[in-house]
């Protein structure tokens, strides 16, 4: 079972990281499982623009070419996706509100269906 986390917070090692490492370990116990990390503050997005490229397109990729690559490639593969963010204002941080408008492309071809999401605020 794969599992990825985006991880919201601009400070590494917090509040938010630490919430995350302790469900991944409840999680873990007794399953060996293959957990990637994305820190969206240290990542390169580019805003979604709206243009529904990704509805046009034949492949359905998000015509912006960024670190937001990996995240798809690591979206799609995973079992379990975990939001990792300090709430800010009310809402969680802007940085993984970026992640998540980008995730419009994967919309596009259904790769939501049969995941399990997790939202630690």
Not at 3 to 31: E, Q, W
Not at 46 to 67: F, H, T, V, W, Y
Request: charged share 25%.
């Amino acid at each position: 079972m794969k599992t990825i986390v985006l991880h919201g917070s601009p400070r590494k090692n917090k509040n938010s990281d630490t919430l995350a490492d302790n469900f991944l370990l409840g999680m873990n116990k007794g399953v060996i499982r293959e957990t990637k990390h994305f820190y969206t503050n240290e990542l390169n997005i580019r805003p979604c623009q709206g243009c529904l490229s990704c509805e046009n397109a034949e492949d359905k990729s998000c015509i912006i070419k960024d670190d937001m690559q990996e995240i798809y490639a690591g979206f799609i593969e995973a079992d379990v996706i975990v939001f990792a963010t300090p709430m800010y204002w009310g809402y969680i941080t802007a940085q993984l509100k970026t992640v998540i408008d980008r995730m419009e492309a994967l919309v596009m071809w259904d790769h939501f269906k049969g995941k399990t999401f997790v939202v630690l605020i």
